[in-house]
Structure formats: C-alpha cells, structure tokens
C-alpha cells in the first residue's frame, strides 16, 4: 500500500502532514493519560513527611506530640477533597488544576521559609496551617486528573485507578531522585523543590486534562500493559538505585545521573502514547480516502413528544411529589451501580462501611508511614538507613496500587470476585506490618515498612474503585473525596492520641530515669523498643476491626458484584462507535 499523501504536494504537504500528526497527538487521548501520569508523579509529596519531617523537628525544636499533630495536619489537608469536589462540579478541569497549583506552592513555599530561617520562627497553628495546604492541594491534581480518567475510560477503571494511585505512590522516590540531582543530600532543599515541582507540572498540563468521548479500542487494555511494564520499570530502578545510595558515597554526577534516566523512563510513557495515536491517525487517514459508497443515511428529524393531558389528581400528585422529593429521595436509593445523588451516597450504610474501613486501615498506615522516622531513630538506626524505610514505603505504596487495581479487576472480571473482600484482606495483612513493629526484630523494620506501604496503597485504590462502582460517576468527584474523610479522622486519632502521647509518655519515664527533667532537653527522644509497642499494638487490634466490619460490606454488595458491572458503559461506548461510524460515511 501507497503511503498516504497529504494535501499541497512536496515539503508543503509533507509539513502540513507532521503539523497535523502533532495536533492529533497534543489533543488525542493517549497524551492526555501520559499528562495524568506526569501529574500524578508530583502530586505525592504527603508521603516524603518522613524525610524532612526531622529537619522541621531540629529547627524549630518540636517534641514528637507537636510533630505528629503536624503529621495530622498534613493527613487532614490531603485527604479532605471535598472542596476541591465541589469545585470540580462546577468549574473547568484547568481551574481545578491551577488552584491546586497555587496551594501547593504557596504552603511548601511557606514551611520552606520557616525551616530555612528566612521569616521569623512561626508558631506552631501557622506551621500547620501552612502544611494543610499544601497538602490539600493534592486533592486538586487527584480529582482534575481522575474523575476525567474515569470518565474516559470508564471500563476496566480499576487497572486505570491502580496506574494513577500507583504514579502518586511513586512520587516520593521519583521526587527524591529529583532533589538529589538539584540539590543534594539537603532535607531542606526537598522543601523547596516540593513547593515548585509539582505547581509547574499542572501548569504546563492544564489544558491538557479535560473530559473527552469515550470510544473503547480493542487494544486498549494492552495499552495499560504496556504503562504498567514501564512504571514497574521506574520502581524497580528506583528501588535498586535507592539500595546502592545508602550503601555507597554517590557524588553529584552519580545523582544526576539516576534522576536522568528516571525521567527517560518516565517519556517511555510517551512514546507508546505517540504510537497509539500514530496508529489512531492512519485509521483516520484510510478511513477518510475510501470512497463513498453511494448509500445515503437519512436522519428523519425527531417528533416531540407529545405531553398527555393529566386529570387533575395526577397533577396534584406531581406537585406532592415536588414538595417532598428533595428529602424521600435521600433514603430512597437507586440500584448500586446507577448514579446517586450525593447525600443518597454519604446516608447509605453502604457509605458508612466504607469510612469504617478507611479510619482503621488508611488511619493506621498513615500512622506508621508519618512514624517511620522515629521509630528507626528509636531502635537505633542511622540516618541513611531511616530514609531507607521511606523510600521503601513510597515503592510498595506504587506496588500495591498497581496491583490491587490489576489484580482486583482481573478477578472481577473471571471470578466476580468482590473487591470489598480484597480490602479486608489487605487490612488483615497490615496487622502483620504493625505487629512486626511493635515487637521488633533485626530486619523486621524494612518488611514491616514494604507491608505498610503496599497495603496503604491497594487499600486506597480499591477505595476510589468500589466507590465508583456502587455509587456511579456523577458525582464521583465529590463522593471519592468525601469517602477518604475518616482517613486524616484516623490519623489524629491515631498519629496524635495514641502514638504521639504514648511516645512522649516513655521518653518523659525515660528522663526521669536519668534523673533530667524536660526543660533540660530541647526535644524529647525516646530509644528502645517500648517507645512504639503498645501503640501499633493497639493499631494492629483497629486494623483487625476494619477488616471485620469490610465484611458486613462484602455480604451487602455479593449480588451486585456477581453482576455485570460495567454493562451501561459498555453499551454507551457502542453507542457513540456507531455514531462515529454514520459520521464517517
């Protein structure tokens, strides 16, 4: 076959063809997803607290109650999205982004300033304050970007969530990568790459992000694949490159030189984006030179429905009906699947199982994730070593997204297995993380941490997924952010009342001990194992429940998810394919 020519003849034609490629790849859909992917990977600094979470100790001599109360904080502004939901569900995806932009930059910028002493110490409300905010506008890059990935790929949306969630889970050890070839081995500077980093990522994205037709290829889960081998790709070499940096002395161009090839890695993504419109462009082509084939479709123009004349009773039934909808409706619920309205959605038990489920799984790994530096400090471990544990949570935190939006979707799809019953299994399993840290072995730390982290993250996954699937897309922009609510309720709750106190508690009995009182010490440090066995004792016992209370859920929804879920999407997708087809002709 000829290749096809495009129109003017000789290198005009030639570069009005290149011209017209580019256009299609910069509006086509496979960019689109290598832009949410890009945006993603810098919207997960809440989970490198546990790196310059010391520094902001040092500095500004925090006891591990206030840090920890600065943890929540940060847990509280990256987990209430609902301002950035309602946002959504009545502006542009380009301002969500930008605003999003904005409060990331302004918060990190701020923390950054005060770390760094370059405004006067702040007290302690305006530090959390400042880290609410920035955290929270991890919410805006989550809701622009997943609500519309969602809605254009509506089918297989758990492979789709697992691969977003998984590039936020990435993000710590992408960005550290990062700051390592900026800046160096400097806490400090992390803030300030945090501040500016991911602002300028949805900025040069943010008319790139918006909702488009959704037309289901053949190939498309293929497609995912080969995503998904790529960011495998990425955390593998991280976590070899992570390994290699705490064992040996890196020298600058050693840094540069692995952040290089993270990010070639990351336009792999890209390129196989640039293939499948390249392949998406030809079927245009050859589709646009076939000839006609002489059939005509008529449209006949559709009649108006005729309104029926109503006695008089059923018109006044109407108007009761209008009167008292409002509030019937809020306890009377559509099918799961269907689309609720957003207070049917927060009023169903179905929603309040949900949150259960989040306080006492995202509660309790957030509180070991934010932990994490204090309990290495605790037993002993040295600097290098303690930032170890954190990268290795940020890659499994990526290894359990993926796979709990792979797994779960190929189960689902051979078994009709209930993703439900894939969380409580997964909070079953972070018990075992927990307990590994509240009785300590040589080595048990670096399992407990890769526990943690994937479990934190397939939980959070298949949070977003079953929420979508039982309560629909129509407000999943606002119900998604609504449902992660308990999680920051279980980080204070946890982080702050339990661990927090109870740590201080052992240090102060271990001062006194030594005969010292707590104004003799700029920052209370307590070492042993007894600084954090009694409150992830208590986590695993929290954990345990929500897993318990999952599976009042998984009975709730057995029915539905033995159904054929993605039956409406399928036939929407259909439908707009034969509308493009009558087009074309």
């Known amino acids: 076959m ?58 500004l001599g925090y006891t591990q ?57 702040p007290k302690v ?87 488009m037709k959704v037309v289901r290829r053949d190939n498309e889960v293929k497609v995912f694949y080969k995503f998904l081998y790529v960011a495998l790709a990425i955390a593998s070499f991280s976590m070899v490159v992570t390994i290699l940096q705490k064992q040996f002395a890196f020298t600058h161009g050693w840094y540069v030189a692995s952040a290089s090839v993270v990010c070639c890695l990351l336009f792999v993504l890209l390129v196989i984006g640039i293939k499948e419109e390249h392949l998406i462009w030809i079927e245009k082509k050859l589709a646009d030179a076939m000839p006609p084939t002489g059939v005509t ?47 049917q959605a927060l009023f169903s038990i179905d929603m309040l199982l949900i949150l259960i489920a989040t306080f006492c799984g995202l509660g309790t790994n957030l509180t070991a994730v934010d932990n994490l ?32 939006g792979f797994v779960s979707e190929i189960l689902l799809e051979k078994f009709s297995f209930p993703r439900p019953l894939m969380i409580a299994a997964v909070l079953l399993l972070s018990c075992v993380g927990h307990l590994l840290i509240a009785f300590p072995n040589p080595g048990s730390i670096y399992v407990a941490s890769i526990i943690v982290g994937f479990c934190y993250g397939a939980q959070l996954t298949m949070l977003y997924t079953v929420i979508s699937e039982i309560f629909g897309l129509k407000h999943y922009a606002t119900l998604f952010n609504c449902g992660q609510l308990a999680s920051p309720l279980g980080s204070y ?22 005969g ?26 929290v954990a345990f429940f929500g897993a318990f209370s999952t599976l009042i ?11 054929d879920i993605y039956k409406k999407y399928r036939e929407e997708a259909n439908a707009a394919e034969t509308e493009m087809t009558k087009a074309s002709r």
Request: net charge positive; with cysteine; aromatic share 12%.
């Open 297 to 343: 479709i008529e449209k006949l123009p559709l009649e108006e429905p005729k309104s029926p004349t109503l006695p008089p009773s059923s018109s006044i039934g109407i108007e009761e009906k209008a009167t008292t909808s409002f509030f019937a409706n809020i306890f009377k619920k559509p099918d799961r699947g269907e689309d609720y309205g957003i207070l």
């Open 373 to 404: 530096g204090q309990i290495g400090e605790s037993l002993g471990y040295p600097t290098l070593t303690i930032s170890t544990f954190v990268s290795l949570v940020s890659i499994w935190n990526f290894c359990g997204r993926v796979f709990a």
């Open 125 to 211: 409300w305006q530090m959390c304050l400042y880290i609410c905010i920035g955290a929270n506008s991890q919410n805006f890059a989550n809701t622009g970007v997943l609500v519309t990935c969602l809605r254009n790929f509506p089918q297989g949306r758990g492979i789709m969530l697992g691969l977003l969630k998984g590039f936020t889970g990435l993000s710590g050890a992408f960005m550290t990568q990062i700051y390592l070839a900026v800046y160096g081995n400097d806490s400090k500077s992390l803030l300030l790459l945090i501040a500016w980093f991911p602002a300028a990522l949805s900025v040069v994205f943010v008319y790139t992000i918006r909702s």
């Open 65 to 121: 109650t206030t840090l920890n109360l600065l943890g929540f904080f940060k847990d509280l502004g990256s987990n209430i999205g609902v301002f950035s939901g309602l946002i959504a569900e009545v502006t542009p995806t380009w301002f969500v982004l930008l605003v999003g932009a904005a409060t990331n930059f302004v918060g990190y910028f701020m923390i950054w300033l005060a770390v760094t002493g370059k405004i006067a110490k």
């Open 553 to 563: 859920l998984v009975m709730r929804t057995r029915k539905f998810y033995k159904g």
């Open 493 to 514: 709750v946890f982080n702050v009342l339990v661990a927090g106190r109870l740590y201080d508690k052992e240090a102060l009995k271990q001062l006194a001990q030594k």
């Open 2 to 59: 000829e290749p096809l020519k495009g129109g003017g003849g000789g290198g005009g034609g030639g570069g009005n063809e290149v011209i017209g490629f580019m256009v299609h790849v910069i509006r086509g859909r496979w960019f689109m997803m290598f832009a949410s992917f890009v945006i993603m990977v810098g919207a997960g600094a809440t989970y490198l607290f546990g790196t310059y979470s010391k520094a902001i100790k040092q500095t």
């Open 516 to 541: 010292m009182s707590r104004d003799s010490v700029k920052e209370l440090t307590c070492i042993g194992q007894e600084c954090y066995k009694l409150p992830f004792i208590i986590l695993a016992a």
